[in-house]
């Protein structure tokens, strides 16, 4: 069981500059080849940041991440191989360094792929929109007749387009990433999340979780070989659903943020910023959801 620390909705420290704010993460400059990077608590539907933090989200996030980077290290080198920095070397005041203690990571610098590596194994979000306007989602056809749900026949890879804090994310096809990366390595980004899917899927299903979909973040080393960064598999860049609560044709229930955006979808709120404060019983569900999702994935109850 994961302990919950101070709520932290966003960090501030006067050791490091800070480079960017997104959604959930704060990243600092260390030096020419290191981050820091804070998961806090906050929380993002429908890509606007929400006003209330979810006890804990930042810790069991970085926990999570942190597990499947471990289990992963031998299909593709992440943003934490190699590095030897620790927190007392780089954050000499002790208040800040515990205040970060279990919520952040020292990684290397990467250059970002401006694309999320999204897979998805099932009809669902706005793959399921996508499909309903047009039987296809990024530029991937789809049987017809397809539910609300559904598992698709096989996983199939579906980007988008990473946007700022505010703006909504894009499906986009195939071959923008092409244009983007060059063949080689839009391949290889392909190739590798669509592995990383199924073995994640594979693992996650015998314990009573169905992965829908979930969205990988890739960068490149000064080599130019792809790095897997960010976070990872987790109940903010995936869907996770209990297997004995699932059935196609309806939004199943689920142990990530889809219970926000459905309690979210029932307000009069135009899912532009700002985004509208959460009740009491909405956290502490959604912290419990986490919660239950870090435990079985992990096997720490």
Known sequence: MLTQPDVLFESQLNTLPLIHRGKVRDVYAIDAEHLLIVASD????????????????????????????????????????????????ILPDPEERTLMIGRS????????????????????????????????????????????????PEPIFTPSTKAA????????????????????????????????????????LRRGIIIADTKFEFGLDAEGHLVLMDELLTPDSSRFWPVDGYRSGTSPPSFDKQFVRDYLDGLDWDKTAPGPALPSAVVEKTAALYQQAWQRLTDNR
């Open 42 to 89: 906050r929380l993002s539907a429908f890509d606007v940041v929400l006003p209330t933090p979810i006890p804990g989200k930042g810790q069991l996030l970085t926990a999570l991440s942190n597990f499947w980077f471990l289990r992963f290290d031998h299909l593709v080198p992440n943003h934490l191989h190699g590095v030897t920095l620790t927190l007392e070397s």
């Open 105 to 152: 990571v020292i990684a290397r610098r990467l250059q970002g792929i401006p694309f999320e590596a999204v897979v998805r194994g099932y009809l669902i979000g706005s793959g399921w929109r996508d499909y309903q306007r047009s039987g296809s989602t990024s530029g991937v056809p789809l049987p017809p007749g397809l539910q609300q749900a559904e598992r698709l």
């Open 165 to 204: 804090s505010g703006q909504h994310d894009e499906n986009v096809s195939f071959r923008q990433v092409v244009e983007y990366l060059g063949t080689e390595h839009a391949e290889q980004l392909r190739a590798l999340s669509l592995q990383l899917y199924h073995e994640a899927a594979t693992y996650a």
